[in-house]
């Protein structure tokens, strides 16, 4: 009995001993485990650290939108950029008050007088300020321009980060050239992310009297441009693991995902795009560390009735056709809307720019902009 507690006290100790030394281990690879999920913030307000700690803190701008044009003759209207992304760990107190400010999205719009152009709307910055810290800021994507004669309409810039020690550039909103008897919307840019420059729109282009329509941008690539020469074109938008694919007189594929899969759906098989019930947060894929688990892909492009929408971090395809073009997640670009008809572009998700949207006749409506967003997060 005595030899049966010593072996039972032995394992005990080697239990402990070894379940120790494997967490001090691993959290050497790691870096640590993140202590709690990131906390979301939508709107202005202040924010108390609630304990001494380093703080992962993330900020976003907001989306610019596109450009609205009704021509009987022709035009051409360019897409909004994606707002800026800045990020920085830092070590907060606890006390510390931090003022957050959040960017609005490029508003929504809609042309229906002839011969006119209205331009789109830049977005907003948002800042994170607190005392004895460096302010961070990222800037909101540019607005989307349109022209009513022959000439380019040049997409929105991308927002800017600075004051982090991640400071990324959102991407640009897709470019669109009229030259006679034709329309064409280029897509919006992806809010920044990360990992790098994000994804611009799709450029279009469009003549005898053909329409087209530029894919939106994803954290991955850029949209597909819209070329139309020989028929109506839409171009892809662009995913989280690529670019999307140009429609030339047709329409073009939408990015892969990070899997590689041509697939709006997340490396985890959800969909989350709209009001999808597997959302987490603001639709990113997790609450650790969400802004490197954007995983989605971008929609086909389409010349019948509508495009789909585009996954976490993706653009959705562009619009030649009557209908409405597909909206997207968290940080994709719309695709671009043009026809002969009334037609309708998307709403982005937060910090996506929104495609141009340009007829012949009708109404012309283009879609909301993403608003900006801040993100902290306890990682020590």
Known sequence: MRDYLKRLILA????CFYTTSFASDFSQFVGGFNLQPAIFFATST?????????????????GGSGAACLDSTGCASSGGGGGGFAEVDQSFIAGTVLTITIGAGGAAGTESSAATCLAGVAGGTSTITASGFATIQSTGGGAGACVLTTGTATGGAGGIGSGGLNNQTGGAGGNATYTSAAACGGGGGAGGNPNGTSGAGGACSAAASYYSAGGGGGVGGIGGAGSATTSNAAGGGGGAGGAGVAGASGNGAGGANKLNLFSTASVDGFNRIGASTSSIGFGFDSLFDPWRAITGGGS????????????????????????????TGI?????????SNSTTGGNSGIGGGTGGCAITAGACVRGSAGSGLVTIERIK
């Open 12 to 15: 005990a100790v080697l239990l």
């Open 46 to 62: 202040t924010y108390t650290i609630p304990a001494t700690g380093t703080y992962r803190v993330s900020v976003e701008g907001g």
């Open 300 to 327: 086909s492009g389409s010349t019948n009735v509508l495009s789909g929408p585009g996954g976490t971090g993706a653009g959705s395809g562009g619009l030649a056709a009557a209908g409405s073009s597909g909206s």
């Open 331 to 339: 940080l994709g670009g719309t695709g671009g809307a043009a026809y």
